[in-house]
Structure formats: C-alpha cells, structure tokens
C-alpha cells in the first residue's frame, strides 16, 4: 500500500469515526439506543410487550367465547359453572364481567305473599261444599258472598249490589 491508499484509507477511518460520533450524540439526545445490541434488545423489549398484550387478549377472547356460546343458546345454568371453573384456573377481567352478568336473580318482596284467591276460594269449596249443594255460590278471595240456585239471578243481584269485582261462580 503506498501512501496515498494510505491516506484514503486514514481519511476514510476517520469520517466513518465521526459519523459514529455523530450518531451516538443524536441518539443521546432522542434517548434512541446508542449500540446495535441496545437496539436489538429495546426492540425485542417492545416485541415482548406487544406479544404479551396479544396473549392477554387471545386468552380474554378464549374465555368468553365459550361462555358467549352457552349464552346465545339458552344454557345459562352451564354458561355459570364454565365461567366459575374458568375463574377458579385463572382469574381475567371478562369472567368477573361474566360472573356478574350470570349471577343469579336475586329478588326482593316488600310484602310477604299470600295465597292465590283461586287456592283459598279452593280451600273453601274442600271445607263447605257439601253445604251449598244444588247452589251456585259467589266466591271472593275464600270468602262466600252469595248463594242461589240460577246462577243468573245470583249474578244480578251482585251486579246490582256493585259486588262482581274478584267474584268465582261455582255451580255445587
């Protein structure tokens, strides 16, 4: 090598030198990694992030899907053990959702209910029926009102009484 392929080679050395200075200041001040192996790693680093979040939510999909399916068709009660077996393995964010939309009804009264006026009307055909044979009687809430033989007469007579609301005719 003489010496002006030295030179050339020097003066090549010594741009490629500041050109790598260069970068290393510009990516000191963009916060950019300043070797190719903090560059490999940062990018694995956010390639890493985003698989994880694709994973999170591959396995969210996974889950509901299932419970999503029972759902659609009507299987609520299977839909409710899937998703109590699923958050018993491994707790995500769409089966406390699931749990809550399945959870089932729960139902509050003000007033403790009474017998049906049909059942207690029943109760007392069982208890007075032999008593009224040949009758029809007018029947309100297991209460007797009226009674006759024409069922038409009966009905007038209460009618005119205003007395219909609630009333059952039974012909004994």
Do not use: Y
């Not at 990018?43 to 591959?58: P, Q, Y």
């Not at 044979?133 to 297991?142: F, I, P, S, T």
């Not at 209460?143 to 004994?172: H, K, M, W, Y």
């Amino acid at each position: 090598m003489n010496r002006s392929e030295t030179q050339v080679a020097a003066d090549m050395a010594l741009k490629l030198r500041r050109s790598r200075d260069q970068q290393e200041r510009r990516n000191a001040r963009s916060g950019a990694p300043r070797t190719k192996l903090e560059g490999r790693v940062a990018a694995l680093e956010k390639e890493n992030a985003a698989i994880k979040a694709e994973l999170a939510s591959l396995k969210e999909r996974g889950v509901a899907g299932p419970v999503a399916s029972l759902v659609e068709v009507g299987r609520i009660t299977e839909a409710r053990q899937l998703v109590g077996l699923l958050a018993q393995a491994s707790p995500a964010p769409s089966l406390e959702r699931w749990s809550q939309v399945l959870a089932p009804p729960v139902v509050h009264s003000e007033n403790e209910a009474t017998a049906s006026p049909f059942a207690r009307n029943a109760e007392w055909l069982r208890q007075n029926s032999e008593d009224h044979v040949g009758k029809w009687v007018a029947l309100r809430e297991g209460s007797l009102v009226d009674e006759d033989p024409s069922r038409v007469v009966l009905q007038r007579r209460l009618a005119q009484a205003n007395a219909l609301e609630g009333i059952t005719f039974v012909r004994l």
